[in-house]
């Protein structure tokens, strides 16, 4: 199984899944469709699957005209039914979707929209996080609670730590700065920067990152509690 990673919109980032065995492919959360085609033409690689974590444009603009053009099958949780157009399979909390090789179980993630849900690639020991856990970062709570969040990111965080993350943006940069602001002593967060800033440096996306990398610097997962979480993205939301 291999990660693609492709560039979509402004800073957003979708992944094609592909099993190299058949050739068969996913899609998580095409924000557009063309640097999708573009990658995938020509190769052989057959579009089975779109996986969208959250009904938001930027991570379903591509969705209809790759299903039209592939015949690809678009996976969401339930309760999104009626806003990500097209659906073919609905998914629940804690299910595994398994077909053809692809193996993951679905975590429902509320709290940046109410029927976010992440995927967990277990065998690959991969998570494909959407708006939920970013690389130092979380996403703004548009829809949920502040506790919901919280406890959806701690579901992320009991996962083994060598999991891989993939998110849904490039925010790693920025989300440093209020890491580094707030935790200022912390070494292994500088060091972390300082290969941020290399990759970045050099055209190189930041993700993956590894859980427990996040675990040790990012600010969201290192609050003990739903009080220490809401101060520091209520501060974060007006910095
Ligand atoms: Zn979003
Ligand atoms: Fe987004």
Redesign the pocket.
Known sequence: MKIEIIKCLQDNYSYLIIDNKNKYACVVDPGESYPIINFIENKGIKLRYILNT?H?Y??IGGNLELKNKYGSKIVAFEDDKDRIPGVDILVKDNQVWKVDDFEAKIYHTPG??SGHIAFHFFNEKKIFT??TLFSLGC?RI?EGTFEQMFNSLNKIKKLPKETEIYC?HEYTLQNSNFCIQNDPKNIKLKDKITKIKKKLDNGLPTIPTILNEEIECNIFLKAKNIETFTKLRNLKDNS
């Open positions: 959250h938001h930027d991570h940046h929209t959407g708006d996403g548009f849904g």
